[in-house]
């Protein structure tokens, strides 16, 4: 029981008509088909298409986390499902790697949160590892977005529960 959090990357993923095609003009499109196979359904004809959803990154009882996320939802938490950019991710790794450069401006920048088994509200080891994790973790969720992404090719979704 307690604070469990979860970051959720969807990426659109386009049928054949809009794929790059590999030299056989094949590859891609058994991608695509393989994954519209494993559904069982059958897509649009004339406009095939999907979204993935990937967990990509997870917390537990990392509350200040929490915080920074739900207050992006005007504060709200009720485990609702918070859309998050790619912008708004990398402003919370910077706040995080803010915070370990200066322990001191922790509670102004990433504040913990009470809360129904949420962890300790201490500005610790722990609180400390969670700004290390959090970083671990956006990192590698964005590592192969390109910078000039376009928001309909990827955005992320961030939900708790507890």
Not at 18 to 25: S, T, V
């Amino acid at each position: 029981m307690g604070l469990d959090m979860y970051l959720y990357r969807h990426q659109y993923v386009g049928g054949y008509e809009y794929l790059r095609k590999d030299e056989n003009n094949q590859a891609e499109v058994k991608l695509f088909d393989g994954m519209v196979n494993l559904l069982g359904i059958t897509p649009a004809a004339h406009s095939p298409h999907m979204t993935a959803e990937v967990c990509v990154a997870y917390w537990r009882k990392a509350n200040a986390i929490h915080k920074w996320f739900c207050d992006l939802d005007g504060g709200k938490d009720e485990c609702q499902k918070i859309p998050v950019s790619v912008e708004q991710l990398r402003e919370l790794r910077n706040l995080c790697d803010s915070v370990l450069l200066q322990p001191a401006i922790a509670q102004d920048v990433l504040p913990p949160q009470s809360g129904f088994f949420f962890g300790s509200n201490e500005i610790d080891d722990w609180y400390m590892d969670d700004m290390k994790h959090t970083i671990t973790q956006i990192d590698n969720a964005l590592k192969d977005i390109p910078l000039d992404a376009s928001p309909w090719d990827y955005s992320f979704i961030y939900q708790a529960s507890w």
